[in-house]
């Protein structure tokens, strides 16, 4: 879900060519769960390779990842961990609404409804564990680096760039500026496009970079006002936020109290826990500093037998990919890529 600023924040519109060279600390759920979503067949059906198991995620990753190296951007994927006690209602809302889409698109397949059934497939999509070790194991063969978060992703790799051995945290959500990274880029896909939501549609997209001060000072709100901004909003701890109030009423509202407290005592709290434990929880959240950043080599050989031998990729359009990363992180020199 996360947090819904976008109409708030100050974006700029930026190009690969500018983050040649830097790290961006990747928020590994959100790029896979997109592949999951997006890559798929006319009915809706995931991309799967002779034995039945899904490939969708193997193939936008390795395809997302070739072009970010052999543009020159690092990426480091961060890797979600145990997820807080309070995002219990957020998963049992995604549980709810996938299964409510499951039945959707079984009953849309039944009719021959094919546009319908891809609609409600998407939205269906499920990460599982065996997906993830997978994930990780094809970056360790691309030399990409992997760090495993002991609990938020977004908020590790938030973590990772305020410690500045990242640039920025590269996501579709906005979460990561209310766990305090400097910055935020969005968009980064291979089409330079993204699916709408909700429809068969795609609309071009450029990269965006969010910098968290120019937002605070923009708002005129500090740091702390922009967390409790998102909670008024809705975060993944209190779902849907306070009922009627949007984001630029909750800028309002975080502008008006000085008083925390008396603020939400002025509107509809629905939750049974207190705001501040979604706060605190966001303020203090567990983050880990137990974490290297090294990039390797590209081992072609074991991206190939992952890739072509056990998951029937192409081994032609997989060895084509691979000469173009090689030959680029040749051209920069080693010592100067890694």
């Keep these: 879900m996360g947090v819904k600023l976008t109409d708030l924040l100050v974006r700029k519109n930026i190009s690969f060519d500018s983050l040649k060279g830097k790290v961006v600390a990747v928020d590994a759920s959100i790029f896979l769960y997109q592949f999951l979503t997006t890559i798929r067949q006319r009915d809706g059906s995931l991309l799967t390779d002779s034995k039945g ?17 052999s543009r020159g951007i690092k990426p480091v994927y961060v890797f979600d961990g145990k997820p807080p006690e309070f995002k219990h209602l957020t998963n049992n809302l995604r549980k709810k609404a996938k299964e409510e889409a499951l039945k959707k698109y079984e009953n849309a397949i039944e009719k021959g409804y094919l546009n319908e059934a891809k609609k409600f497939a998407s939205r269906t999509s499920l990460l599982t564990k065996e997906m993830v070790d997978e994930a990780k194991k094809l970056l360790k063969f691309m030399g990409v680096p992997i760090v495993q978060a002991p609990s938020e992703g977004e908020a590790q790799a938030s ?62 709100i500090s740091q702390d006002q922009l967390i409790v901004l998102g909670i008024l909003v809705g975060t993944d701890y209190n779902p849907g936020g306070v009922k009627g109030i949007g984001p630029k009423k909750a800028l309002a509202l975080v502008k008006k109290f000085n008083d925390y407290d008396e603020l939400f005592k002025s509107v509809n709290w629905s939750f049974d826990f207190s705001w501040r434990d979604v706060f605190d929880l966001i303020k203090n959240i567990d983050v880990s500093s137990d974490y290297s950043i090294e990039f390797g080599r590209v081992d072609s050989e074991s991206v190939k037998s992952l890739l072509c031998d056990e998951h029937d990729f192409s081994i032609e359009r997989v060895e084509s990919t691979l000469k173009l990363v090689v030959k680029s992180t040749a051209q920069k020199g080693l010592s100067d890529f890694f």
């Design 159 to 220: 973590f990772i760039v305020k410690n500045g051995d990242a640039f920025a945290v590269a996501s579709q959500d906005e979460d990561c500026l209310m766990f305090g990274s400097p910055r935020l880029v969005r968009n980064l896909s291979v089409t330079l496009k993204k699916k709408v939501k909700d429809k068969l549609v795609y609309q071009s997209t450029e990269p965006e970079l969010i910098i968290l001060s120019e937002v605070l000072s923009n708002l005129g």
């Design 53 to 69: 198991r899904v490939t969708s995620h193997l193939i936008g990753l390795f395809s997302r990842t070739a072009n970010f190296l």
